[in-house]
């Protein structure tokens, strides 16, 4: 959605400084430390990604600061969920793939259900199995004038 709001460049250079959004959620929630040179890198990149912004937002490019409030919430959310999850896995001796697994379990319940509640399961089941293609489905074109 933020890709609306923002051009294609800016959008990659800000997803490359998730590492900053990590190591902020760690220092501040789990009391990681880093090396004085992991800092040094990460306020170059941010320092570089704040004047390549400055330079965009001058441009004719597509840039808006609704398209990067929404990507910087992006990366808030993922830096939180990366330290999250590691201090999970830690806690209760969890391996990744387990982890993932189990996340991915819970998540497609949720979304299974939150589907079927408001009418999309059905909707997209009747779709999976109508025969045709999404060009006969679109303009009801009979079964039988497809046929071979």
């Given at each position: ?7 294609y460049p800016?959008?990659t ?9 990590t190591m902020?959620f760690?220092?501040?929630?789990q ?10 890198v990460?306020a170059l990149m941010?320092s ?5 912004m ?5 441009s ?24 999250m999850s ?15 697994f189990w ?10 259900f939150?589907?079927?509640i408001?009418g999309?399961?059905?909707?997209g089941?009747v779709?999976?199995?109508t ?9 009801e074109?009979?079964?039988?004038s497809?046929?071979w």
């Amino acid at each position: 959605m933020a890709m609306a709001y923002v051009n294609y460049p800016a959008k990659t250079l800000m997803k490359s400084s998730r590492v900053a959004f990590t190591m902020l959620f760690g220092t501040l929630f789990q009391k990681k430390t880093y090396r004085a040179v992991d800092y040094m890198v990460v306020a170059l990149m941010v320092s570089g990604l704040c004047m390549f912004m400055h330079a965009d937002a001058t441009s004719s490019a597509v840039f808006h600061p609704l398209g990067i409030t929404m990507l910087t919430i992006s990366l808030l959310c993922d830096g939180a969920i990366s330290n999250m999850s590691e201090r999970i896995m830690n806690q209760y001796e969890v391996g990744q793939d387990e982890f993932i697994f189990w996340l991915y379990s819970i998540a497609t319940l949720a979304i299974t259900f939150a589907a079927a509640i408001s009418g999309d399961l059905l909707k997209g089941l009747v779709f999976l199995f109508t025969p045709g293609t999404l060009h006969n489905i679109q303009n009801e074109v009979a079964l039988t004038s497809i046929m071979w």
